[in-house]
């Protein structure tokens, strides 16, 4: 399990409705998650990115991603490298974005309590 740290588990079929606009999503992506909270400790998580066809619309990962479920209704085992490749840099980008917005929530967090 030494690569627990980067283990990604898609969900195709039923993802979650998107948190943003509340719209069915796409597809869905839990992956680990750490990171360190204000004493520097690292802390692990897990967190969970759902491609919706509104919200992500011209994030060129997820316009990726998008374009090959419109062309690909099922799929085929010949796709599935296609895929992984589309699915990997749309959840290397999703993964991202969070990691800023727990920043943006950590430094929210200490100017609210003064600390900043
Ligand atoms: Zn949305």
Redesign the pocket.
């Known amino acids: 399990m030494s690569e627990l740290h980067d283990e990604i588990v898609l969900q195709l079929a039923d993802p979650p409705n998107?948190a943003?606009?509340?719209?069915p999503?796409r597809v869905s992506a839990r992956f680990s998650h750490s990171w360190k909270n204000a004493s520097g400790e690292e802390v692990p998580g897990i967190r969970e990115a759902?491609l919706?066809p509104?919200?992500?619309r011209d994030e060129p990962t997820a316009d990726g991603l998008l374009a090959f479920f419109t062309v690909h209704k099922t799929l085929e085992p010949s796709e599935l490298e296609t895929f992984h490749n589309l699915a990997a840099a749309w959840v290397a980008v999703a993964r991202a974005r969070q990691v800023d917005q727990q920043q943006l929530d950590d430094e929210y967090e200490r100017s609210h309590n003064g600390k900043l």
């Not at 943003?20 to 719209?23: D, M, V, W, Y």
């Open positions: 998107c943003r606009c509340g719209g999503g759902t919706c509104v919200c992500d």
